[in-house]
C-alpha cells in the first residue's frame, strides 16, 4: 500500500468497525494508529460503552486473531504466559501456550489482576516475547495488548504501576456515546442479551494479511524534522518542570509521540509531521503517564488542564 492510499484504507476500516460499534471513528483511528507504530492502548470507560466489542470488532476487520484475558484478583503469570507441562506419552515437558500469544490480547479489567500478574505483560509489551522456564518465546510481530479498565469502582483493584502505564502508547477515555449512535446501537443488538459477533455480522478483512502487514512500514516513508524532533522533546521536558505535576514523561514518551505522529500524519495523506500532529496526539499519549502533585490535587486541578495549559505555553515550530 502507498502512503496516499492509506487514508481510504482508513475510512473503509472506520465505516466497517461502524457497522458494529457506533460513533467510534476517532476510537478507530487511535488504535490502528498505536498497531502501525506497535504501540499498545489503555482503554477506561465505564461498564457497558463497548470497549470489548470495539477490540473484537477492529481485529474481525483487520482479520487478526483476538483472545480474552479476563483479569481477577486470583489471576497468576502462567495464566497469562502459559507453562511446561509434563507429558507422561513423551515423557518430556511440553509448552502450554497461554493466551497472550495472539495478535491481539484483550486484558479486561487489568487493574483488576495484582502486580506480579500485571509484570507478566511488561517483557511481552515490550520485546514482544516471553520468558516460560528460562527459555525465551517470540510472539507476533502483530501483537496488540488492548486492555481495559473501570474508572468508576476502585475497590478491588491494583493500580498499574508507572513501568507498565509508559508501555502503552495511548490512554482512551471512552465515554457514553452521543444519543444518535446510542439510539442505532440500541435497534441493532436489541434481539439478544448477549455480546453481538462481529464474525457473524458479515464483517470481512480488508487486506489480506501479507498486506495488512505491509502497513508496519508506512510510518518510516514520513519525514521528521529536526525541530518537530525537538518540539516533542520540549513538551516532555515542560511535564517534568511543571510544578502542579509530580513527575512528567520520560524520553521514551517523546520518541512514541513523534512515532505516533507520523503514522497520524498518514491518515491525511502526508509524508511529513506538523505541529497539530503531536497536539493531537499529545493528551492521550500523556495523560497516563503523569500525576497531579499533592498540592495540585489540594487546590482542585485537573489534569487535562494541566495538559493543555503546557500545550499552549510551549512555543510551536514554524
Not at 456515546?177 to 455480522?201: R, W, Y
Not at 517534568?240 to 514518551?253: E, N
Request: hydrophobic share 45%.
Amino acid at each position: 500500500m502507498y502512503v496516499e492510499q492509506f487514508p481510504s484504507y482508513l475510512r473503509q476500516l472506520q465505516e466497517s468497525v461502524g457497522r458494529v460499534v457506533y460513533g467510534v471513528e476517532e476510537q478507530t483511528r487511535s488504535a490502528i494508529i498505536a498497531w502501525m507504530v506497535r504501540g499498545h492502548l489503555l482503554l477506561e470507560g465505564p461498564p457497558g460503552v463497548a470497549k470489548t466489542l470495539f477490540v473484537r470488532t477492529l481485529a474481525q476487520c483487520l482479520g487478526l486473531n483476538t483472545r480474552r484475558l479476563q483479569c481477577t484478583p486470583d489471576l497468576m503469570p502462567g495464566d497469562v504466559l502459559g507453562a511446561n507441562i509434563f507429558d507422561f506419552k513423551t515423557q518430556s515437558f511440553q509448552l502450554t501456550k497461554g493466551p497472550i500469544f495472539t495478535d491481539f490480547l484483550l486484558a479486561d479489567e487489568i487493574n483488576r489482576t495484582p502486580p506480579k500478574t500485571q509484570s507478566a505483560l511488561l517483557e511481552a509489551m515490550q520485546e514482544r516475547s516471553v520468558t516460560i522456564d528460562g527459555v525465551t518465546h517470540g510472539l507476533p510481530s502483530c501483537f496488540l495488548v488492548m486492555a481495559t479498565q473501570n474508572p468508576l469502582e476502585h475497590e478491588g483493584t491494583y493500580p498499574l504501576p508507572e513501568a507498565q502505564l509508559d508501555r502503552f502508547l495511548f490512554k482512551l477515555e471512552v465515554t457514553y456515546p452521543p444519543i444518535e449512535s446510542e439510539v442505532q446501537a440500541v435497534l441493532a443488538h436489541c434481539d439478544g442479551g448477549g455480546m453481538p459477533n462481529p464474525a457473524k455480522m458479515g464483517l470481512l478483512p480488508l487486506l489480506a494479511r501479507e498486506e495488512l502487514m505491509s502497513l508496519h512500514t508506512l510510518p518510516s516513508q514520513v519525514r521528521v524534522e529536526p525541530m518537530m524532533a525537538r518540539y516533542a522533546v520540549d513538551l516532555a521536558r515542560a511535564t517534568r518542570q511543571h510544578q502542579a505535576l509530580a513527575f512528567g514523561i520520560s524520553p521514551r514518551a517523546a520518541t512514541m509521540l513523534i512515532a505516533a505522529a507520523r503514522a497520524n500524519a498518514l491518515c491525511e495523506g502526508r509524508t511529513f509531521i506538523v505541529p497539530d500532529d503531536v497536539k493531537t496526539l499529545f493528551l492521550p499519549a500523556t495523560r497516563h503517564r503523569v500525576a497531579l502533585s499533592a498540592s495540585a490535587e489540594m487546590e482542585g486541578l485537573l489534569l487535562p488542564d494541566i495538559l493543555k495549559e503546557i500545550l499552549e505555553s510551549v512555543p510551536v515550530p514554524r
